[in-house]
C-alpha cells in the first residue's frame, strides 16, 4: 500500500511540473509577442482612407446583386487611428448605410419565403437562378424603402509582412456597414417552418429556396480570413475569440443552447418518470409470476417486450415510433419522444427493480405472511421498501444513460441540445465551436449528476450501519 501511494504522489507530482512549466512557457511566449506585435509604421487619415477605399472596392465582384444595391448607398470616412496588438491599425470610421434589418425582418422573410415556396410549387420545382430572377427585383424594392442610418464602427486594417496594408472584413463590419444584411441571412437561415395557404409547410430540406434568396441579398465569396500576422499564441486567441462570439453572442445564438438544454431537462425527466412506472409495473408482473405462478400471458408479453426493447438501437425506435406508429394520430414531436424513451427506459428500470425485489431475503416475504399479511401487502410494506433501497444508485445511473441518450432525439426535429448546436453549426458553417460546446453541456450534466449518484451511494451505506 505504501508503494503505490509513493507510486501516485509521484505521478502526481510530475504531472503538475508539467502543468507547471506549460503554463511558463505559455506565459513568456505570450509576453514576447505583445511586446513584438505592433504596427511598424505611423499612418495618417488619408493613408487609411485610400486603403479602405480601395478593399471596399474589390466588394462588388463577390457580391450579389442585391447587395450592390446597398454597396451604392453607403459611404465609410476614416476619423481616428489607432494602434492594436496584433500589427492592426484600428480605425474609428463614421459610416452611412441603409437599415436593411429593419425591412427585411424575420416576420418579412417568412412572407417571401411563403411567395417563394408558391412559386416553387406552381412552375414544377423551378431550381434556385429561377427563385432568384423572379423575386430580385421584389426584394432589392423592399431594400430600397430602407432608410438611411448613420453610426460610428471600428474596421481593423493589416499590416502585412511586406509592408502593405488589407483591411479585414469581418461578419461584424460588413454586418455594420450593410445595415444588418449578415444578420438578415442568418434570420433567413434560420427558417425551418413557414405559413403557406393556412397550413404550416416544413422546408427544412428545401434548400433551393433559401439558395434563391440568398443569391440576391448574399457576401458570395468574400474573403473573411483575418490576416495573419501574429505569433501563433495570439493568432488562436484571437480566432478562438472570434469563433465564440460568432457562434454564441452574434444575436443572441446562445440561447438556442439554453432553449435546448431546457428541452433535453424536460424530455428526460418526462422519460425517466414514464420509465419508472412502466418498469414498476412489468417488474411487478415478472415477480408475481415468478413467486407465484400466475400472470402467465402477462409475464410472456413482458419478456418479448423487455427482448425487443433491449435488443433493438433506441434511435430506430424512435424513428418506428413517431414516423410509424404515431404518425396517423398526429402526435406531437416532443410527446413521440417522451413515449419512446420512456418505453426504452421502461425496459432497463423493470430489470433492475426486478433484481433488487429478487435481492431482498425470501425469509422478508415469510415473515410478512406469518403476520397475517397478503402477498400484495407483504410486496408493498416490506419487500419493495428494501428493494429500492438497494437499487436506487442503478435507478440514478439509468437517469445519467437516458439524458445522453435523449441527443438522438433530434432525428424527428425535437429541439433539443444537439439540435441547437446543429442549428447554430447550420447559421454560422462552423463545426467546431457548436458541437465540443453542446458536448461539454452534456458533460457537465453527466459530471453533476455522477456526483450526485456517489454522494446517494455514500448516505445509503452510511444508513446500512
Same mark, same amino acid.
Given at each position: 500500500?505504501?508503494? +503505490?501511494?509513493?507510486?501516485?504522489?509521484?505521478?502526481?507530482?510530475?504531472?503538475?511540473?508539467?502543468?507547471?512549466?506549460?503554463?511558463?512557457?505559455?506565459?513568456?511566449? =505570450?509576453?514576447?509577442?505583445?511586446?513584438?506585435?505592433?504596427?511598424?509604421?505611423?499612418? $495618417?487619415?488619408?493613408?487609411?482612407?485610400?486603403?479602405?477605399?480601395?478593399?471596399?472596392? $474589390?466588394?462588388?465582384?463577390?457580391?450579389?446583386?442585391?447587395?450592390?444595391?446597398?454597396?451604392?448607398?453607403?459611404?465609410?470616412?476614416?476619423?481616428?487611428?489607432?494602434?492594436?496588438?496584433? +500589427?492592426?491599425?484600428?480605425?474609428?470610421?463614421?459610416?452611412?448605410?441603409?437599415?436593411?434589418?429593419?425591412?427585411?425582418?424575420?416576420?418579412?422573410?417568412?412572407?417571401?419565403?411563403?411567395?417563394?415556396?408558391?412559386?416553387?410549387?406552381?412552375?414544377?420545382?423551378?431550381?434556385?437562378?429561377?427563385?432568384?430572377?423572379?423575386?430580385?427585383?421584389?426584394?432589392?424594392?423592399?431594400?430600397?424603402?430602407?432608410?438611411?442610418?448613420?453610426?460610428?464602427?471600428?474596421?481593423?486594417?493589416?499590416?502585412?509582412?511586406?509592408?502593405?496594408?488589407?483591411?479585414?472584413?469581418?461578419?461584424?463590419?460588413?454586418? $455594420?456597414?450593410?445595415?444588418? @444584411?449578415?444578420?438578415?441571412?442568418?434570420?433567413?437561415?434560420?427558417?425551418?417552418?413557414?405559413?403557406?395557404?393556412?397550413?404550416?409547410?416544413?422546408? +427544412?430540406?428545401?434548400?433551393?429556396?433559401?439558395?434563391?434568396?440568398?443569391?440576391?441579398?448574399?457576401?458570395?465569396?468574400?474573403?473573411?480570413?483575418?490576416?495573419?500576422?501574429?505569433?501563433?499564441?495570439?493568432?488562436?486567441?484571437?480566432?478562438?475569440?472570434?469563433?465564440?462570439?460568432?457562434?454564441?453572442?452574434?444575436?443572441?445564438?446562445?440561447?438556442?443552447?439554453?432553449?435546448?438544454?431546457?428541452? #433535453?431537462?424536460?424530455? #428526460?425527466?418526462?422519460?425517466? =418518470?414514464?420509465?419508472?412506472?412502466?418498469?414498476?409495473?412489468?417488474?411487478?408482473?415478472?415477480?408475481?409470476?415468478?413467486?407465484?405462478?400466475?400472470?402467465?400471458?402477462?409475464?410472456?408479453?413482458?419478456?418479448?417486450?423487455?427482448?425487443?426493447?433491449?435488443?433493438?438501437?433506441?434511435?430506430?425506435?424512435?424513428?418506428?415510433?413517431?414516423?410509424?406508429?404515431?404518425?396517423?394520430?398526429?402526435?406531437?414531436?416532443?410527446?413521440?419522444?417522451?413515449?419512446?424513451?420512456?418505453?426504452?427506459?421502461?425496459?432497463?428500470?423493470?430489470?433492475?427493480?426486478?433484481?433488487?425485489?429478487?435481492?431482498?431475503?425470501?425469509?422478508?416475504?415469510?415473515?410478512?405472511?406469518? @403476520?397475517?399479511?397478503?402477498?400484495?401487502?407483504?410486496?408493498?410494506?416490506?419487500?419493495?421498501?428494501?428493494?429500492? +433501497?438497494?437499487? =436506487?444508485?442503478?435507478?440514478?445511473?439509468?437517469?445519467?444513460? @437516458?439524458?445522453?441518450?435523449?441527443?438522438?432525439?433530434?432525428?424527428?426535429?425535437?429541439?433539443?441540445? $444537439?439540435?441547437?448546436?446543429?442549428?447554430?453549426?447550420?447559421?454560422?458553417?462552423?463545426?467546431?465551436?457548436?458541437?465540443?460546446?453542446?458536448?461539454?453541456?452534456?458533460?457537465? @450534466?453527466? /459530471?453533476?449528476? #455522477?456526483?450526485?449518484?456517489?454522494? /446517494?451511494?455514500?448516505?445509503?451505506?452510511?444508513?446500512?450501519?
Amino acid at each position: 500500500m505504501r508503494k +503505490k501511494s509513493s507510486v501516485s504522489k509521484i505521478i502526481a507530482a510530475i504531472l503538475c511540473g508539467v502543468i507547471i512549466l506549460g503554463v511558463v512557457y505559455l506565459g513568456v511566449e =505570450l509576453a514576447v509577442e505583445l511586446s513584438d506585435n505592433k504596427a511598424t509604421v505611423e499612418v $495618417t487619415l488619408e493613408e487609411m482612407q485610400t486603403v479602405i477605399d480601395r478593399d471596399f472596392a $474589390t466588394l462588388p465582384a463577390t457580391i450579389a446583386y442585391g447587395t450592390k444595391e446597398l454597396y451604392s448607398n453607403m459611404s465609410v470616412k476614416v476619423k481616428e487611428v489607432d494602434y492594436g496588438i496584433e +500589427k492592426d491599425i484600428i480605425l474609428l470610421c463614421d459610416y452611412k448605410t441603409l437599415d436593411v434589418a429593419s425591412v427585411l425582418t424575420k416576420e418579412k422573410l417568412n412572407q417571401i419565403m411563403s411567395e417563394v415556396y408558391g412559386y416553387y410549387l406552381v412552375n414544377g420545382r423551378v431550381n434556385s437562378l429561377g427563385i432568384q430572377i423572379e423575386f430580385e427585383e421584389k426584394v432589392i424594392d423592399i431594400i430600397k424603402t430602407a432608410s438611411v442610418v448613420e453610426g460610428e464602427t471600428e474596421i481593423k486594417v493589416y499590416q502585412l509582412d511586406d509592408g502593405s496594408f488589407k483591411t479585414y472584413f469581418s461578419d461584424e463590419t460588413l454586418n $455594420t456597414v450593410f445595415g444588418g @444584411l449578415i444578420s438578415v441571412q442568418r434570420n433567413l437561415s434560420a427558417i425551418n417552418n413557414i405559413e403557406y395557404n393556412g397550413e404550416t409547410v416544413d422546408i +427544412k430540406n428545401l434548400n433551393t429556396l433559401r439558395t434563391g434568396i440568398h443569391n440576391i441579398i448574399a457576401f458570395v465569396n468574400y474573403d473573411s480570413a483575418k490576416p495573419n500576422t501574429s505569433g501563433w499564441l495570439l493568432s488562436w486567441i484571437s480566432d478562438f475569440t472570434d469563433e465564440f462570439r460568432r457562434n454564441f453572442i452574434d444575436d443572441d445564438m446562445w440561447m438556442y443552447i439554453w432553449k435546448g438544454l431546457i428541452t #433535453t431537462l424536460e424530455l #428526460t425527466g418526462c422519460a425517466l =418518470l414514464f420509465g419508472i412506472v412502466l418498469g414498476l409495473l412489468i417488474a411487478a408482473i415478472r415477480v408475481t409470476h415468478d413467486k407465484t405462478g400466475s400472470l402467465g400471458i402477462l409475464n410472456g408479453f413482458c419478456k418479448i417486450y423487455l427482448s425487443v426493447i433491449r435488443g433493438t438501437p433506441v434511435m430506430v425506435q424512435l424513428l418506428i415510433i413517431y414516423f410509424v406508429i404515431l404518425a396517423p394520430l398526429d402526435v406531437n414531436k416532443f410527446l413521440a419522444a417522451v413515449v419512446c424513451f420512456g418505453i426504452n427506459s421502461g425496459a432497463y428500470v423493470a430489470e433492475i427493480i426486478r433484481g433488487g425485489i429478487e435481492s431482498v431475503d425470501g425469509g422478508q416475504t415469510e415473515a410478512g405472511r406469518s @403476520l397475517g399479511l397478503g402477498y400484495a401487502q407483504t410486496m408493498l410494506y416490506i419487500v419493495i421498501p428494501q428493494a429500492f +433501497k438497494t437499487v =436506487l444508485p442503478s435507478l440514478a445511473n439509468e437517469f445519467i444513460t @437516458l439524458l445522453k441518450e435523449t441527443s438522438v432525439a433530434f432525428y424527428i426535429g425535437v429541439a433539443d441540445l $444537439t439540435q441547437a448546436g446543429i442549428r447554430i453549426r447550420s447559421i454560422t458553417y462552423s463545426n467546431f465551436m457548436p458541437l465540443i460546446a453542446i458536448a461539454l453541456v452534456y458533460l457537465v @450534466l453527466v /459530471l453533476i449528476l #455522477t456526483k450526485l449518484v456517489g454522494l /446517494l451511494e455514500k448516505k445509503l451505506k452510511k444508513s446500512e450501519r
